[in-house]
Structures are given as structure tokens and as C-alpha cells.
């Protein structure tokens, strides 16, 4: 029996991974696992016999070593400001891994444990969620059908059919979105790797109806940490990440930045020392559920640019996901929860052979991936012309 470890197999993201896990993975133990321990139980018990919930700190090394012994799998659902943590602590106990994402620098400095992971015979694939993941592997489909691969351009944007009640609802973990709104971006333009100002690079991006046209600008992402070394072969000379949310919702996420209340330096408030953003995170976060109820669309989005038989090509790979009533999940909750499950799945049964750390353009098999998100409900739709 496989034994597939969640942490933060509760939270946001976490919740969908453990969901599919139940609902998927043959002759498997799931356990669902967080800080609070009832939580874990209550969540755990609402998804099978299967399924188990336990209380873990991915802070406490020693403990989450115990905790992971025997289990084939881990899949880091936590904040990526834990994985090297929860990565060091696979490595001691035995365990192959999987994450969400490292934005840039995170998963760099995840991709030195390569030689580590190797030595145990373990496998890591990071950033499996949606972008960076589903984006990893379109771009590796879609480089695979041209002779030469100059330009990969990574794109999201979505579409609520919903009118919410409240004006702010918070697409995935607030600290992850503060993040990709301050710290400078990363872009590789003509073979050189450079960082920009944050939310710069501001363009329009023509999607399907009802999206259509969207602004856009530059985040930190962790495709770019990897695409440069994993498409060097296919002459790869740009590639960027540019994200499209709404208009309002740029605009208070950009007021909270300027007026200081996204900063992690500590104040003191009545004797105390607290950071503004731990507090802005914190009541944020109340307006989760609304995300819950939303009805709405995302595409995920690759374009790449090259050659094939000598002619220009281009290649536009899009992953269309929709939200999941009876899971009361939004479509990035869908699209972002369910691969990383799928790539655990691959893992433990040997379908991801590689030995060592990769992101996921490297080892996840194109087509069989596909078809489990096709499964499900999330559609894959590629598109070519001449340039």
C-alpha cells in the first residue's frame, strides 16, 4: 500500500490535492496533515476510510522526520517559504516530494539538493501546481513539437461569473500575491537572465471570451529559474512570466503595499511586535470563502516561438480550468490542487522513473499528464501559425 503524506493538507490548496489523492490514488493511505491536528481529523474523515488526519510542525525538523518515515510520498501543499525545510526533511526520512512552487529563488536553491535526492534513489519535482506546473509541462509539449525553441512567453488570466458580495477575494495565499508584487521579476531576454521593477512590462493579452482583453505585467515566477537550463538544447534565448489579474483587485493589493501594510518589518503596538503583513494576511483571509462560492474560468497559458522545417512557428498551449461546485473550489483551486496529486501518483508508481530534483518540464510524461487533468475537466487546447 502507498503511503501519500499532505502537508497542509487542509489549507487552501492543500484541501483539492488531499480531495484527488482520495478520490484517485488505488491501494493508498492518505494522510491529511497541518499544525491543528483536529482540523486535520475533521477534514480528513469527510474524504474516506482511506484517508487520516494528523498533527505536524514542518518548522520542527526532528518531528517531521518521525512523522515521514514510511510514507512513499510527500506533497508540500504548506507556503513555499517552508520547502527547503520540509526538502531536507524528506531527504532524512526517505521520501520522494512535491511542491507548488518556490518563486525563483526558493526553487534554486531547492535545485542544489539534486545530487542528494539522487543518492537516496528519491525523486523531487518541483513547482506542480498550476503555473509554475501545468505551464512546465505545456511548454515541454509544445518545444518537443518544434526543431528550435527561441521564445516561451507564460501567461494566466481568469473570468468570474459571479458577483461577489464582498470586493476583495483572495485568489490563493495573500503572502504569495504580496510577494509577486514587490519583489523584482525575473526575465530572460536574449540569452541573459535579468530582474525588472516589480509590476512593470504592463501589456494587453487577448484571451477567449468571456476573458478577452487583460492587462498584464511581470512576477516573479519559478518558470524562469528553470526554463533557460531545461530548453538551452532548442536554442532558447526569452522567456518571461506575466500575470493578469483584475483591475480592482491590482489596485487594493497595490494600495496595501504602498501604505505599508504588506511590509514584514516588525512595528510595535502596545508593547508588542507584530508585522503589518502577518495582520493584513490574517484579516484577508476572511474573505476566502467567498472564493469558495465563485463560479468562474482560468486559463493557464503558453506561447512559444521557433522553428520547424525551417519556418517560423507559433505555438499557443492553453490549460482551461473551471471551479468545482460540490468541491467549493474556485478554478485556481482546481487547477493548482489536482496536478500535484496526479504528479505524486506518477511518483510512487514509477511512472516519473528520475532519480534526483527536477521541475516538471524535465520528467512529468507530457500526454499521460494531460490526460488526467482531461479527466479531470480541465482541457488542454493548442494552437499553431505561421509567423
Not at 526543431?147 to 494566466?156: G, L
Not at 525588472?196 to 487577448?206: A, H, Q, Y
Amino acid at each position: 500500500m502507498r503511503k501519500y503524506v499532505v502537508l497542509g493538507g487542509y489549507g487552501e490548496m492543500g484541501r483539492i490535492a488531499s480531495l484527488d489523492l482520495a478520490k484517485t490514488a488505488r491501494n493508498a493511505k492518505i494522510i491529511v496533515a497541518g499544525r491543528d491536528e483536529k482540523k486535520a481529523g475533521a477534514y480528513a474523515k469527510k474524504l474516506g476510510k482511506n484517508v487520516s488526519g494528523a498533527g505536524v510542525d514542518a518548522t520542527n525538523q526532528y518531528q517531521l522526520i518521525r512523522f515521514l518515515k514510511g510514507a512513499d510520498v510527500c506533497v508540500n501543499c504548506t507556503n513555499y517559504y517552508y520547502n527547503l525545510d520540509v526538502m531536507k526533511a524528506c531527504l532524512a526520512a526517505g521520501c520522494s516530494y512535491v511542491d507548488l512552487g518556490g518563486l525563483f529563488h526558493t526553487t534554486n536553491k531547492q535545485l542544489r539538493f539534486h545530487a542528494s535526492f539522487r543518492k537516496k534513489s528519491l525523486t523531487a519535482v518541483l513547482g506542480c501546481g498550476s503555473t509554475p506546473g501545468i505551464t512546465n509541462v505545456m511548454a515541454a509539449y509544445g518545444s518537443n513539437l518544434l526543431d528550435r525553441t527561441e521564445t516561451i512567453r507564460v501567461r494566466f488570466a481568469g473570468y468570474s461569473f459571479t458577483k461577489q458580495k464582498t470586493h476583495f477575494v483572495v485568489p490563493y495565499s495573500m503572502y504569495t500575491v504580496f510577494d509577486e508584487f514587490t519583489a523584482e521579476p525575473a526575465v530572460f531576454e536574449k540569452g541573459r537572465l535579468k530582474f525588472v521593477k516589480p509590476m512593470s512590462g504592463k501589456g494587453k493579452e487577448e484571451f477567449p471570451e468571456p476573458v478577452g482583453k487583460v492587462t498584464s505585467f511581470y512576477t516573479l515566477h519559478s518558470e524562469i529559474a528553470t526554463f533557460p537550463s531545461s530548453f538551452r538544447k532548442k536554442g532558447l534565448k526569452n522567456c518571461d512570466f506575466k500575470v493578469a489579474f483584475d483591475d480592482d483587485f491590482v489596485h487594493d493589493v497595490s494600495l496595501l503595499v504602498e501604505t505599508g501594510l504588506a511590509s514584514k518589518n516588525e512595528v510595535e503596538i502596545s508593547g508588542h511586535k507584530v508585522r503589518p503583513i502577518d495582520i493584513t494576511v490574517k484579516e484577508l483571509n476572511r474573505f476566502i470563502p467567498e472564493r469558495k462560492k465563485t463560479d468562474d474560468i482560468e486559463y493557464v497559458r503558453v506561447v512559444l516561438t521557433g522553428k520547424k522545417d525551417r519556418k517560423k512557428k507559433q505555438l499557443t498551449v492553453d490549460c482551461l480550468a473551471r471551479s468545482v461546485q460540490k468541491w467549493h473550489a474556485s478554478a485556481g483551486d482546481v487547477d493548482t490542487g489536482v496536478p500535484p496529486s496526479i504528479i505524486a501518483q506518477m511518483i510512487a508508481s514509477g511512472k516519473i522513473k528520475q532519480k534526483g530534483v527536477f521541475p516538471p518540464e524535465l520528467c512529468v510524461p507530457q500526454k499521460e499528464f494531460f490526460a488526467e487533468l482531461e479527466k479531470r475537466r480541465m482541457k488542454i487546447i493548442m494552437s499553431e501559425k505561421a509567423i
